[in-house]
């Protein structure tokens, strides 16, 4: 299935949700949307990796659910970016130049939080699963395709772009501000292995294991 399908069907869950919230919580629901910026990276030991920068944006809902706390519903689009280090011939005919190869990733994320109510409408911290749907980490320049990843005599860089398209986050944040505009900060951590796809292929290392570091920082405006 591809990015734009999976996007498609993760869009009419959130908005049979929305369907559902408003049926549920009448007591305080709010539709708004969110946008921002992304600091994102693998944990693994199987790269060696640099943090990279992107930008989100989407939708969410907040709608009460008993005493001092909230459910949030929520649909982000994500664009992310990471490099991972490698080496190639100079173009200069200096040598092998080491160097990070710089890739990008879009993805799409649905997520079902919990959200404890330190001062309502004002201060809360959120916390539950996400669920991130993303397509290849997609080379940015396709004349680093055959540089050689750093640790490796053979891999090379557009061996890595097919990496798994379904996984699991956890997450933990903080939102404060007023009622119908806040800010929010988050951690992503990622459950599952985004790098599995590599071991089915015919690949120097067959055993890569990394996993998630999504660190953002948002603002959401409710209506």
Known sequence: MSLKNLAFVTLTLFFITQIQAQRNYQEYNRLGINGGFSLFDINTTDLVTEQGNGLMAGFT????FFN????????SFYNSNIGISGRGVSPHGSGVQQEFIEYS???VQLNFLGSFN?????????????????GRMKLDKNAYKNHIIEGYNTLKADDLEDISKVNARLMGGITAGLENFRLMAQYQFGLTNMLKNL?????????FEGKSSTIVFAAVVYF
């Open 118 to 134: 330190i001062v309502r409408h004002h201060l809360s911290v959120e916390f539950g699963p996400i669920l991130n749907i993303n």
């Open 61 to 64: 809902t907040r709608g009460s």
């Open 105 to 107: 990733i879009q993805a």
């Open 68 to 75: 001092r706390f909230d459910l949030i519903y929520g649909l």
């Open 199 to 207: 071991n089915d292929l015919d690949l120097e290392n067959s055993d």
